[in-house]
């Protein structure tokens, strides 16, 4: 029988309420077929694993990603799969970070969660969680696991991990991939598009926790003060910025913008350009307004969204590479084209 380790590390999904005091509060997920009955029915072993301290997606850090990539390694041989339960607000950036912290994986990791708590009448926590261990189960006609990447379960569909980004925080379909179409849908049938999934190339599983956060993020707006942001390109502990521009990557022909932006990159930093559009990806140098970024240096980002550039520029700077630039242009795990 499919073997499934069930990963709980805080979230909606995991709220039931206190019939003494109404209050929402955990449940143990050792006893989660007492909740989700229907679980039996499916042809998998579950078991599972819980962080000893249930996480608000707000408070996720890297340390937290730590411990998700490393139950997964230590749980490899053991398990079939993972189904990894998480806060939707930040679901995109940890599986985003797990994509590159799980190198040569070849078994599903899926993250889910719900926006209303599982012990809820009309939670859609039910069908998130049995519909992504039935994915994490699955296997092809020659018994390997049709799905071997990260990825993210909600609402009917599944999303590569680091494709998926947080659309809605009052829908049930909160989760969109604006740039790379669902790897399956969740009908009467589970219906996989086998010719959108990953598949790497790389020899062996290995996982990389030391990434590093020695990254900023800033958003342009029309107006916007420069001043006010020369100590990020100042700072000496800055090694990369991620610039969110307009469009197809433009920006303002701003002075002192240009004048941070060059000395950031003359001394080494490192300067991404990704769109803040919800879709499309940047086309460096088509207008006038992107040409100055070319001649200096800065990388397109192509169609990455924000949360695939912040963690591959953190998984790249932690890996030390001296090719970081090129790395950056290159499609890693499926997260660019």
Not at 281 to 294: C, L
Request: glycine share 8%.
């Amino acid at each position: 029988m499919t073997k499934i380790l069930l990963i709980y590390t805080g979230g909606t999904i995991g709220m039931i309420k206190n019939p003494q005091t109404g209050e929402l509060e955990s449940f143990n997920f050792k006893h989660i077929h007492d909740h989700v009955p229907e679980l039996s029915r499916l042809n998998v072993e579950i078991e599972s694993i819980s962080f000893e301290e249930p996480i608000d997606s707000s408070e996720m850090n890297l340390q937290h990603w730590t411990q998700m990539a490393e139950v997964v390694e230590q749980n490899d041989v053991h398990y079939d799969g993972f189904v990894i339960l998480h806060g939707s607000d930040t679901m995109a950036f940890s599986a985003s970070a797990l994509s590159f912290m799980l190198q040569g994986l070849r078994k599903p990791v899926v993250f889910t969660g719900s926006q209303l708590p599982i012990g809820t009448i009309r939670t859609d926590g039910k069908e998130n969680l049995i519909t992504a261990i039935e994915i994490a189960g699955m296997k092809d006609e020659n018994g390997a696991a049709i799905l071997q990447e990260v990825a993210v379960y909600f609402e009917y569909s599944l999303y590569r991990g680091n494709r998926s980004s947080k659309i809605s925080a009052n829908q049930f379909e909160a989760f969109q991939s604006p740039n790379y179409p669902e790897l399956a849908k969740a009908g009467v049938q589970i219906e996989w598009q086998k010719d959108r999934l990953f598949r790497t190339d790389l020899a062996e599983f290995t996982v990389f926790t030391a990434l590093k956060n020695n990254v900023a993020l800033i958003r342009l707006f029309p107006g916007m003060n420069f001043e006010f942001y020369r100590a990020i390109f100042s700072d000496q502990d800055v090694q990369a910025i991620v610039l969110e521009t307009y469009g197809s990557g433009n920006a303002p022909s701003d002075v002192l913008f240009q004048e941070l932006v060059t000395s950031f990159i003359q001394r080494g930093g490192i300067v991404l350009n990704i769109t803040q559009c919800g879709s499309g990806a940047v086309q460096q140098g088509a207008y006038q307004t992107s040409s100055f970024f070319e001649r200096i240096g800065v990388i397109s980002g192509r169609n990455l969204t924000s949360e695939a550039a912040l963690t591959k520029i953190m998984y790249l700077l932690g890996k030390g590479h001296s090719d970081i630039r090129e790395k950056l242009q290159e499609s890693l795990v499926g997260e660019m084209d």
